[in-house]
């Protein structure tokens, strides 16, 4: 039953309808088609939450819209918290009341939204404070484009959309691609397709699926490990597939699409970061056009893990390069403000076990 209400909330959000669903809605209603324009640019580039604020329709058309239960979703913000080192994060809760957590990072004069389609997440990785949050529900297309929105409400210029914050894309598949079409709609916000990655833990099937798609987003996939015992240690998702079916969805993606994936690896001390592991990550990336990222951890209260030493992420990253393999590290951002990668969560996740104790 909340599920079915959920389905119905949604599908009376006017952030969910793509600019042809606008069309097909205005005309069903005996409006003008070019009014879905007004629609989608008030929502997509004014952060319109109001139908009366998208002033161009006619009164009675916008009456007409709410009567028929429309409305535009809006998420609220709880928090916007600052790192000395520029990171931004922002708190938010649904209509629905699920939380999630999106963060701004500044590089120079480049800013990237790391997004959430999950408020947490099932895939229970075991590096990652929102995997231990454990799963509270799927985020929708509009819930998701809204995070961006928010930011560039801000003032803050969007260049990157990176789908690597709270959640597993492909097991939201359908509104993370809706999401990624909104953002990259030229009447909306108009973010490149190759400006937007979609990060994945290694799903064979949303890989396969993604390839079919026929755009351009940018495919991240999160190995952590160059071998099925060194990835059962850290995912259990490696537990229902297995590092080489990993690998044929990534060489057929590769395939059917020429483009190149990014492999994120993120550092543990004495778990993942040995040169065997090193070389052992070369051979299994042989053959596929990918650059590697060397994550440094972001331990949390709780973590079992600790982030590998400095120098031993230097090394690992030379023994890659060495090979060929074009690699960047990303040293940790946002540590003050628990915003690092794996660490979103981990305010609530902490306030949780202390209001438990
Ligand atoms: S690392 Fe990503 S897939 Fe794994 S638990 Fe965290 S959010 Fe989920």
Redesign the pocket.
């Known amino acids: 039953m909340a599920r079915q209400h959920y389905n119905v909330r949604m599908q009376k959000d006017l952030k969910e309808f793509t600019h042809a669903q606008l069309e097909e809605l205005v005309k069903g209603l005996g409006g003008r088609s070019y009014w879905a324009g007004y629609i989608f640019s008030f929502i997509h580039t004014k952060a319109a939450s109001d139908i009366d604020a998208i002033t161009p329709l006619p009164k009675s058309f916008r009456q007409a819209l709410k009567d028929q239960g429309l409305f535009i979703g809006m998420l609220k913000t709880e928090q916007c918290l600052k790192d000395p080192d520029g990171t931004i994060k922002l708190t938010f809760t649904t209509q629905d009341g699920l939380y999630l957590e999106s963060v701004v990072l500044r590089d120079r004069d480049r800013n990237t939204v790391c997004i959430s389609c999950q408020s947490g997440?099932r895939?229970?990785?075991l590096f990652?404070a929102?995997?231990a949050m454990g799963f509270q529900g799927n985020l929708t297309a509009g819930q998701i484009v809204d995070q961006v929105y928010q930011v560039n409400a801000r003032q803050i210029k969007v260049h990157n959309v990176v789908y690597m914050g709270?959640?597993?894309p492909f097991d939201n598949y359908d509104a993370v691609l809706r999401s990624a079409r909104l953002l990259n709609d030229k009447n909306g916000l108009n973010i490149g397709q190759r400006r937007i990655t979609i990060s994945t833990?290694g799903i064979p099937e949303g890989i396969v699926r993604m390839a079919s798609e026929g755009t351009q987003f940018r495919l991240a996939i999160?190995l952590h490990g160059p071998d099925d015992q060194t990835r059962g240690l850290l995912m259990p998702v490696a537990n229902r597939y297995g590092l080489a079916e990993v690998l044929r969805a990534a060489e057929h993606y590769q395939a059917k699409t020429g483009r190149r994936i990014t492999i994120e690896y993120c550092m543990l001390d004495s778990i993942n970061d040995s040169p065997a592991h090193a070389r052992a990550l070369v051979k299994v990336l042989k053959g596929l056009k990918v650059n590697v990222n060397l994550i440094e951890f972001n331990p949390f209260p709780g973590a079992r893990f600790a982030p590998s030493p400095r120098t031993q992420i230097r090394h690992f990253c030379q023994i890659l390069r060495d090979s060929g393999l074009e690699t960047a590290i990303r040293f940790r951002r946002g540590q003050t403000i628990s915003a690092a990668c794996?660490q979103l969560g981990a305010d609530r996740l902490q306030a949780s076990k202390i209001a438990t104790l």
């Open positions: 997440c895939m229970g990785c990652c929102t995997g709270m959640g597993e833990c999160s794996g």
